[in-house]
């Protein structure tokens, strides 16, 4: 952040367009970023990325493509409530000087609606990149994420002077997502505690235990899924224990 901050003082252009050392745009991607700030009320638009093998083949996960849909459908009914840090521009004029240990990708576009502007996602604006070697590259990589998520959860300002429905898809899909871990270990405890109470909870506990066993047993969705969701957890942690560094450590396989 601390870099890409002195990148934008040396500069002079209007339009500030962004992204990460090893991520490879489509020939088109940038016009297609830029044609968005013909409404004036827009000051960050962000494309979509996603991961390919060396032989082209696309990597994306199912997560990766829901929260592909939401961001769109967030862009419909307003502005989005994250965006996408390999490829995204902003406006001169609205561009954010952070702390250098946020996440330019999670804040800029709240700072934006809070502003009385607009961050949208431009779908046809796309990027590409490896991915991490392994799941537990992945994980590791998503711990570190999630520390700087925290810090802007906690002590960004998220939830003042926004609009009542932007506020509910920054608490749903923002909040109640990095507070999924702890979520999930609060219903397996409750589950537990319950279990002579009835079917729903015996039938509750259940699901949770096939859903880690699947995890144990084989790569996957379900792995994914537990490993991103538990990632949260350590990574409060984590924050809370020793802060965020503004470094950014890259995943392995990932240049």
Partial sequence: MAAQNLAVRATRSEILAFSDANVQWKPDAL???????????????????????????????????????????????????????????????????LDPRFGHDLAFPYLMVQRGRRAVVEPEAT?????????????????????????ILLRGGMLRRLPPAYLIAIASHRHLRYASGMLHLILIASSIALVGAGRVYRAALGAQGALLLTAVARPGIARYYVLVTWATVPSLINYLRAGVSPVWEKAEGTR
């Fill in 31 to 97: 016009r297609n970023l830029v044609r968005n700030f013909a409404d004036p009320e827009v000051a960050y638009v962000c494309g979509d990325h996603f991961y390919e093998q060396a032989d082209g083949t696309n990597r994306e996960r199912i997560y990766a493509r829901f929260e592909a849909w939401l961001r769109r459908n967030e862009s419909r009914l307003g502005s989005i409530t994250a965006g996408v840090g390999p490829i995204y521009a902003a406006r001169r004029e609205d561009y954010v000087e």
């Fill in 127 to 151: 990027a590409w990149e490896k991915p991490a070697r392994d799941i537990e590259d992945e994980y590791r990589r998503k711990v570190r994420m999630f520390e700087h998520c925290w810090l």
